[in-house]
């Protein structure tokens, strides 16, 4: 029984450190706003899938809001199996935003912050900025101006 037991919070712990792991890659505040809303995990991807009007192929995920009304940014985090697939998924996404005619985005010209490559894009009154490190994918959404503030606090 003590073993089963025992053996039930480590996975509790497991899970915990799960949980904590994709929440340390979301600042507490960003652009001076404070965290409105955090969701993780099989909630999050279906956000990310909904968006997509697909299922994307992620191994977590997480999404994080900023501010209230129309200052609300935010930021989706995807996890690939590994950076090549995490390459190929950011690549794909920007090509498929630049090439589509009815895209509410227009792209913006890539840039490098800190050594990462950034593809932004604008509508629908805010910029959107399109990066990968690692095993993680990014969308980030700001108001206009905030790109570079923005990537400093996250990265």
């Not at 209230?68 to 590994?82: H, L, Y």
């Not at 920007?94 to 005619?101: A, F, G, R, S, T």
Request: include cysteine.
């Amino acid at each position: 029984m003590i073993r089963k037991s025992l053996i039930l919070v480590a996975l509790l712990l497991v899970v915990a450190a799960c949980d904590d792991a994709m929440k340390r890659l979301f600042p507490e505040t960003l652009l001076g706003q404070p965290m409105t809303e955090y969701v993780h995990g099989e909630d999050a991807l279906a956000e990310v899938n909904k968006l997509h009007g697909k299922a994307i192929r992620a191994e977590d995920g997480a999404v994080a809001r900023y501010g209230s009304g129309d200052e609300v940014s935010e930021i989706w985090i995807s996890r690939a199996a590994d950076g090549r697939e995490a390459r190929r998924q950011a690549g794909k996404m920007v090509h498929m935003m630049y090439e589509n005619p009815k895209s509410p985005f227009q792209y913006r010209k890539r840039f490098d912050f800190e050594g990462v490559p950034v593809y932004p894009f604008v509508g629908m009154g805010k910029s959107h900025l399109v990066f990968f490190t690692g095993d993680l994918i990014y969308w980030v959404t700001v108001p206009a101006g905030d790109e570079r503030q923005a990537l400093s606090e996250i990265l």
